[in-house]
């Protein structure tokens, strides 16, 4: 049974270029959302796709965009990058079930995005 | 963004020592997460709690549900190498997606 999948595990990226990171979820599941982590942070949540729909969003800008396929893989776009965008972006996946369970996030192994 | 206090921050122990640490809120949670996360790799989930004063165990880990439900509490009883790494709680509010989380417990293991 597969886990959460990331691609790729490490990217490097010049200040102004756009990226696309993606995420494949565990088994099963049909939410995905992603996180950026900051070295010795905890992770800041970017937003949450159920049914192909973002649905709910944090406080990051507009260059952030998303998407989720009918397949509930997903990707995370970002434009116009800027130094501070260098982190670990780690996808979580989660199955909505109606139930408490619903917000139990299993996490992939990240995309470690250097921007010089 | 925001950020639940976790404590403490790192944490040096000898083998076989109980460790504890806790999270804490200024708004109230209706779900708390504890998650430990290795060099390289994403978060692990360990605990998840519901219910204001729940308790939960994982094999030596045991998770508290704080009674305001603005704190959790995580103990990890006779520590053993491969408890290493960083330990972080994560809550959820009502009508809420998100997890928000702490900055992070780093637990060393003293030679």
């Known amino acids: 049974d597969a886990g959460v999948t990331q691609s790729p595990t490490h990217l490097i990226k010049t200040r102004g270029q756009q990226v696309t990171l993606r995420c494949s979820p565990k088994?099963?599941?049909?939410?995905v959302s992603w996180y950026q982590q900051a070295l010795g942070q905890g992770p800041q949540f970017i937003f949450q796709?159920?049914?192909?729909?973002?649905?709910q969003r944090g406080n990051f800008p507009d260059r952030f965009s998303g998407h989720q396929f009918p397949n509930y893989s997903s990707e995370l776009n970002v434009n116009a990058l800027l130094l501070g965008d260098s982190a670990l972006y780690l996808c979580?996946?989660?199955?909505?079930?109606?139930?408490?369970?619903?917000?139990?996030?299993?996490f992939g192994p990240g995309t470690r995005l250097t921007v010089t | 963004g925001q950020q639940l206090n976790q404590s403490p921050q790192s944490m040096f122990i000898q083998e076989g020592e109980d460790v504890s640490m806790n999270c804490t809120s200024s708004?109230?949670?209706?779900?708390w997460l504890w998650y430990k996360q290795e060099p390289g790799e994403g978060p692990v989930l360990l605990i998840a709690?519901?219910?204001a004063g729940e308790l939960t165990s994982n094999g030596r880990l045991t998770a508290q549900f704080g009674i305001t439900r603005k704190d959790s509490f995580l103990n990890i009883s006779a520590s053993i190498p491969s408890d290493v790494g960083i330990y972080f709680c994560?809550?959820?509010?009502?009508?809420?997606?998100?997890?928000?989380w702490g900055a992070g417990t780093k637990l060393i293991i003293k030679p």
């Open positions: 709690l519901y219910k």
């Open positions: 796709y159920y049914e192909e729909e973002e649905r």
């Open positions: 994560a809550g959820r509010a009502d009508s809420n997606y998100q997890l928000i």
């Open positions: 088994s099963g599941h049909d939410t």
């Open positions: 708004s109230i949670f209706n779900t």
């Open positions: 979580a996946s989660s199955s909505f079930t109606g139930t408490p369970s619903s917000y139990e996030q299993y």
